[in-house]
């Protein structure tokens, strides 16, 4: 980042939105996503998963309410394909859902000067983490402290431009790692229960709401301690990408682990969230990346308990 800028952006192409409207938008996504979209106000945003019915996550979201209507943001890869597949679930309700990615612009802000920046361009600012601000030009998401997420009507693009640095996509998605937040791609749909990539800890899994798909599994997993699995922060020395199968040492036959995300760092080599068996986590010896002489990962703690 250049300290004479303090700050840095850069433009999501990798990231898709879907839209949901109508009457009985919230209630629908409220019985469909793992968090509580019912008690979700105007000028908040929630992280929330959508699983199958074995409690597998097949997308995670940030849901934004913007007036009548909600944004989902998640991976481009899978916008079209989560549509069609949640829009079969609407049923009689009165809602409608859309993949909106080609209508929407998205760049992430970061750094001390981020909230000046934004300001400077006349974009609302909002005063907390998970917190949103809209106008007319879109909305704004405060992701963390200095860290700020815009998305704009794709009309909006050429003016907001003037935000994307040379950081770039792997900058953003490095930002996403070290702060624990995981997204779950076409790598990686339909293979962890909510828990295994800490959901419940990041405010994304409401254990009081009613019936969702999963939910039985969700719950289970929760309140009878069978979780085998938990995400990891870590480093490697080479490249790495989400899918990536990771072996442990004591048992080198069979993979023990599952890279859920990753990002070059500028050291060199990866830094990744990965989805390990608890057993090999609790061994003396370093979990490997592809094989089972592979490079090994360098454990690094996660910012939340």
């Given at each position: ?9 850069a433009?999501?192409?990798?990231l ?9 938008a919230?209630a629908?996504?409220?019985?469909q996503?793992?968090s509580d ?8 945003a ?13 997308a ?7 007036g ?22 609407i ?8 993949d ?19 300001a400077?361009?006349k974009?609302?600012?909002p ?10 030009a879109?909305v ?16 909006q693009?050429?003016p907001?431009?003037?935000?994307a640095g040379d ?13 624990g937040r ?58 790495a ?25 500028p050291e060199?080599?990866?830094?990744l969230?990965?989805v390990a ?5 609790e ?5 490997r990346?592809?094989?089972?002489d ?12």
């Open positions: 980042m250049d300290t004479k800028v303090s700050y840095a952006a433009e999501l192409r990798h898709g939105l879907l839209s949901c409207k109508g009457d009985e919230r629908f996504l409220h019985a996503l793992t979209v019912a008690g979700l106000a105007e000028g908040e929630r992280l929330g998963g959508w699983c199958s019915a074995k409690g597998r996550l097949l995670t979201f940030l849901v934004v309410p913007r009548d209507e909600f944004l989902l943001q998640l991976p481009r890869e899978l916008a079209a394909g989560v549509a069609k597949r949640l829009s079969m679930f049923l009689r309700a009165r809602a409608k859902l859309a909106a990615s080609d209508a929407w612009t998205q760049f992430g802000v970061w750094g001390g000067a981020a909230a000046e920046r934004l400077a361009l974009l609302p600012v005063q907390g983490p998970m917190r949103a601000a809209a106008t007319d879109g704004v998401v405060q992701i963390a402290p200095q860290r700020y997420l815009v998305l704009a009507p794709a009309a693009r050429e907001l431009a003037a935000l950081a770039g996509e792997q900058a953003w998605l490095l930002e996403e790692i070290r702060a995981p997204q779950v791609v076409q790598a990686t749909q339909d293979q962890f229960v909510p828990q295994m990539v800490n959901l419940e800890r990041l405010g994304a899994i409401d254990f009081k709401k009613g019936c969702y798909p999963g939910q039985e599994i969700v719950a289970r997993t929760q309140y009878r301690g069978v979780l085998k699995r938990r995400m990891i922060r870590a480093r490697v020395g080479a490249a990408a989400a899918g990536d199968a990771l072996f442990a040492d004591d048992d080198p036959a069979q993979a023990s682990g599952t890279v859920a995300n990753a990002a070059a760092a060199g080599g990866s830094e969230l990965a068996q608890i057993s090999a986590l061994g003396a010896r370093p979990l990346l592809r094989a089972a592979g490079p090994p990962l360098e454990l690094l703690p996660l910012p939340y308990a």
